[in-house]
């Protein structure tokens, strides 16, 4: 997640000031972005061979949420950052899906994180 952030941050910056790197740009996001949904899809698949007591499962089940929903929201800015390497074309309909998607996988966090505590 971290490296996402650096790029995020990076490609922000570079908007205004250099169009085309930002459309060269677009095509390392596209990439990260499929990139990070394929690894979270493995993610899901691990998280779902865990077996977790009856006391936690809550919190496995909103982690499991979490963890599907930032995958969506990187599906999402997936599909934003193809528009732009195959159309030149920024829909912010499609950014703002998943930026809205990653906020709402940190709520979700953060409910997984308060029913593990609550559940110990």
Same mark, same amino acid.
């Given at each position: ?5 650096? %790029?995020?941050? #990076? ?21 990260? !972005? +499929? +990139?990070? &949904? #394929?690894? !979270? +899809?493995?993610? *899901?698949? &691990?998280?779902?061979?865990?077996? !977790?007591?009856?006391? =936690? ?12 929903? !930032? ?9 934003? %950052?193809?528009? *732009?390497?195959?159309?030149?074309? &920024?829909?912010?309909?499609?950014? +703002?899906?998943? =930026? ?7 709520? *979700?966090?953060?409910?997984?994180? &308060?029913?593990? *505590?609550?559940?110990?």
């Amino acid at each position: 997640m971290g490296e996402w952030n650096a %790029f995020l941050s #990076d490609y922000n910056a570079i908007a205004l000031e250099s169009p085309e790197i930002y459309d060269e740009r677009a095509v390392d996001g596209k990439k990260m !972005t +499929q +990139q990070l &949904a #394929d690894d !979270t +899809q493995a993610l *899901i698949v &691990a998280w779902d061979g865990v077996e !977790t007591p009856a006391g =936690t499962a809550t919190a496995h089940g909103l982690a499991r949420d979490a963890i599907r929903e !930032t995958q969506s929201g990187f599906i999402e800015l997936s599909i934003y %950052f193809s528009n *732009i390497v195959q159309y030149g074309v &920024a829909f912010d309909e499609d950014l +703002q899906a998943g =930026t809205s998607r990653l906020n709402r996988a940190s709520l *979700i966090w953060a409910e997984a994180k &308060a029913a593990a *505590i609550l559940a110990n």
